[in-house]
Every structure is written in C-alpha cells, then in structure tokens.
C-alpha cells in the first residue's frame, strides 16, 4: 500500500478517535445562527493558521480587514513555530500564540475568553479543527468539509473552482456581512535596507522550495545566474531557507561567477546571502531589482514587499497561489491549463507554469528576466 493512502487512513482514524473523545468529554450541540451576528462587535477574536509562512502571509488580509471592522477587538493568531515571525509587528495582530501540541495549547486557551474563532485552512486539518473546537469560543467558524460539523458552529461553503488563496481566506468573513477586495499581503521588515548602488542591477535567487516536486533544479538556477551576470553585469545574491544551505553551496560551487558569501565588494559575482528569517528576508528584497523562484514562501514575500519576482511554479496550481494579476507565461501546449478570461496581468509578477519545474529550461526563464530587466 503506497505511504501516501496509509497516511491519509492514519489521519482519518485520528480524526474520528477525535470526534469520539469531543462528544463524551466536551458535548457540543449545534447553534442557530444568532440573529444579532451581522450587528455582533466581537471583542476577542481567535485566527488559527498553524502551518507554513505562505500561508500565515496569505491570512494578513484576513487581520487587516477584522480590525477595521471590529477596530476596538483584540485580535489573537495562532501561529506555529515556524511561520509565527511573518507576522511579528503586524499592527493589526494583538497577541501571538504559538502551537506546540494540543495539550498545551488548552492550557493556553483557557485563559482567553474568545467570542470568535476562525480556522483558516482550506479543507480540512485536523490540528487546526481541534484548536478552533477547543478554543470554547462563542462562535466557532470554518469550511465545510467531511468532518467539519463535529469542529465548527458554522461551516463556510468553500468555492469548487481554483482562486487566489487570500480572497478564498476572505470569504470566511462573509457570514459577518464582509466583504472587500483588498488582498494585499503585508509584512514588516526589521529594517529598510533600500539599494545603495543604482548604476548596479542585483538579482536574487532563492533555490529552495518546501516540496522537491515544486523545485527547479540548482543546476538550472547555476546556469541562470552566470547568464545574468554575463549578460547584465550584475550581481547575483543566492537566498536560501532552514535546511537548505547545502543546497545554496551547490548552486554556486556549479558557477563559473561563484564567489562567497556576501560582501559589498563583490559587484559582479553571485555570493549567498546571510541565514535570515522572513522579516529579514523582506529586507533584504528591498535592495533587489528582480527576485527569482519557485513556488514557496518566499514567492509571497516578495508579492507583499512590492518586488518585481519571476516564479518558476511548473505544475503547481498557481490560480490558487499568486495574485489574480500576475502575468501567466505557460511555457506549455496551451490545452494544458486554462487562464481565467478576465484576468488582468501585471509584468512585475511573472509565474512560468504548464509543465513539470525539471522541463522548464533555462532559457524559458531567461527570457523572463530579459523582458523585465530591459524595461527597468
């Protein structure tokens, strides 16, 4: 049997011993809608988005919009330990809390008192269910799915086509009569690190993805950067994230414009960047002309700082993971994906997808970063 089927009866049969455990020891019975909700001011509000930094960062609008509506609230997001730095100075965000396990995140719970909780994840995640369940909550609120009313008091119908991830976050507040069409995605910077040298193009690359199916090879990424320093003279800055470092080191040692790592003095080279955390990746984007991908999350900090990125997405479902006003280059017979028809296209946001990230080739991408160059 493939891992991937023992995985999911592993989960489901977590879910029902779940389920079990919710109704001897924590007796729900389903609420009617209170008639006063559209009108209800929300004084402590619970978001849970425990998983990865793309997706705390496509939950901002999510906080954004609640604090403006319920601008008197306290809004408190459940992070992980892995994405929780995305949001750290976040004006709108009142309280952090960090998951790590659920009994621990009870004894966390039981000191707030929440009149709303709202689990974010699209589908159904059984961590994040149990937390939203648990959080004893006046109203409880999330999709719908197969499980979800043993979670939630009130299920959202989740939308049967693809859309961008942010709005689909968004659609959670229309029971509460809100709606907007501001899905910027925001982060803070530690600090604003502005390009010095203006003569000077620099390029980042960050080589990593979360899932190696979503991953361009660093061979490619090797072959891409010595085109760029050759053709812009350029300096090429090679990012990387947690477990990844490695993987930075072969990029470059596969270079002819190799250097180390990265100093002021080495304007033509390509040299790796510092370990940094998201805030300081955000940072360090604001010097760059052009930053290059795939499809993970530093894709989504560079959507939310504004800096024009080429996203090497391949086969991902990049309707659903970027903007609705990127520009589509599908690098692909054009029956292999359907482009919504009213979608407007912005050139600083270029995703290259419609086959598998390993056929896409360097010069598919090149051609990309020649476009946008040129008309800097």
Known sequence: MHISVLRKLWWQSLTLIAIFIIRIFFRRDKKNIPADVLSKKFKNILVIRIDRIGDMLL????????????????????????????IEGNPYVDKVLVHSGILSSLNT?????????????????????????????????????KFSKH?????????????????????????????????????????????KNLNQKIIGINIGTRRKVHRWSYENFAALADKIIEKFNAQVIITWGPGELDLAKKTLASMKNGDGLLVASHCHKAVLAPGTDARQL????????????????????????????????????????????????????????????NRQLQSDIRIIAGKRCNEITVDEVFSEVCEVLNAK
């Open 59 to 86: 939950a901002t609008p999510v906080f954004r919009t609640i604090k403006k509506v319920y601008p008197d609230s306290k809004l408190i997001v459940f992070a992980s330990s892995y994405n929780k730095n995305v």
């Open 151 to 195: 979670f939630f008091d009130f299920e959202v119908e989740p939308v049967k086509e693809s859309q961008y991830e942010a709005i689909s976050n968004l659609k959670l507040l229309g029971p509460f009569g809100i709606k907007t069409n501001d899905i910027k995605l925001d982060v803070y910077p530690v600090e604003s690190n502005k390009k």
């Open 282 to 341: 955000a940072s360090l984007l604001n010097s760059f002309d052009l930053f290059i991908c795939g499809d993970t999350g530093p894709f989504h900090i560079a959507v939310a700082m504004d800096i024009p990125v080429i996203a090497i997405f391949g086969k991902s479902d990049y309707i659903r993971w970027s903007p609705p006003f990127s520009k589509i280059n599908v690098v692909a017979d054009s029956s292999a994906i359907s482009l919504p028809i």
């Open 109 to 145: 719970l039981e000191v707030e008192k929440f009149d709303l909780a709202i689990d974010l994840f699209c589908g159904f995640n059984l961590k994040s269910a149990l937390l939203c369940c648990l959080s004893n909550a006046e109203i409880k609120l999330g999709y719908k799915s």
